[in-house]
């Protein structure tokens, strides 16, 4: 089994009270993929332009994800610059530029479009919408977005939430799009535009997954070393969608299962800038730490 992704690769200028960074390898698809390899085959598809490094291909192909559905474009590719302060929490964007990823419209192989697990990371809801028509009979689709998104094309969005089995979003993004301010009546209010699931990440303050069938919270994996955020939601994604491919069944065990792992994947990206830390890590070090996060939660 294998899993098909969506969404961007971009150079991402970062500061924080540790540092700064300059056009480093990120994007929703990029901090995905770091996770989800660790269970599975994961297909990236998305955009880049003719400024992109030859280094960050050969890189990621390195960390086995396939990358037939990458197009290169001439234009330069999608950056973001943002700043983090105070406790890392949320970022300042300072600086953002689309590039290739304005005409974007993604290509997927022909033996790709039999993939049964599929996620629609952070772009444009209508770019979404287009990938999942070209998949043939998904079993689990997942769906990212963004405020942008919800303020601009929210038509668009609500069309797609439609279609999927599981919304995420984060503690903001979820109150904007449902319209409520306490968490579980936002997430009954998202449930009821479409999805089987709702998932919403809270920062430090962990999850909340909510489906008809049962409701279910994690606690973040305490750490005192937070240098970057940037992709930590991704990251999450990954892990907790690549577990579920792995075990190839969806039910409530797995889920709960697969979420404690998307929490794990989470904490070791905020460690280090980019995917410098998720681009090293091992299921061995996840197993460990799973086994820790278990024994102060008795999850």
């Known amino acids: 089994m294998s899993i098909l992704v969506l969404g961007t690769v971009a150079l991402d200028t970062v500061k924080t009270p540790f540092g700064k960074r300059i056009h480093m390898l990120g994007g929703s698809a990029v901090h995905f993929s770091m996770s989800a390899r660790l269970f599975t085959t994961v297909n990236l598809v998305a955009i880049v332009g003719e400024d992109f490094p030859r280094e960050h291909i050969e890189f990621l192909k390195a960390k086995g994800i396939v990358l037939t559905s ?7 590719t999608f950056k973001w610059e943002g700043e983090y302060q105070g406790d890392l929490n949320s970022a300042l964007t300072l600086n953002t530029e689309l590039g290739v990823l304005s005409t974007f419209k993604p290509e997927v192989a022909k033996q790709q479009k039999a993939i049964k697990y599929v996620f629609l990371a952070n772009v444009d809801p209508d770019i979404q919408r287009r990938l999942l028509e070209e998949m043939r009979e998904p079993v689990f689709v997942g769906l990212d977005s963004m405020n942008y998104w919800i303020q601009n094309k929210r038509p668009s969005l609500l069309r797609l939430l439609k279609k999927v089995n599981i919304y995420v979003a984060n503690d903001q993004e979820a109150r904007d799009l449902s319209g409520e301010n306490n968490l579980l009546k936002a997430a009954r209010r998202l449930r009821s535009f479409g999805p089987q699931m709702v998932l919403i990440k809270k920062g430090e303050h962990g999850i909340l997954l909510y489906s008809d069938r049962f409701v279910f919270s994690l606690p973040a994996y305490p750490t005192d070393k937070v240098i970057d955020p940037t992709g930590a939601g991704d990251t999450f994604a990954g892990g907790f969608m690549g577990y579920l491919v792995k075990k190839e069944r969806i039910n409530e065990a797995n889920i709960r299962k697969a979420l404690a792992y998307g929490t794990i994947a989470a ?12 681009s090293t890590l091992t299921m061995r070090q996840m197993e460990q730490r799973m086994a820790h996060f278990k024994k102060i939660t008795r999850f």
């Open 70 to 76: 990458l197009i290169k474009e001439k234009g330069m």
């Open 267 to 278: 904490s070791f990206n905020v460690e280090d800038f980019g995917v410098d830390k998720t």
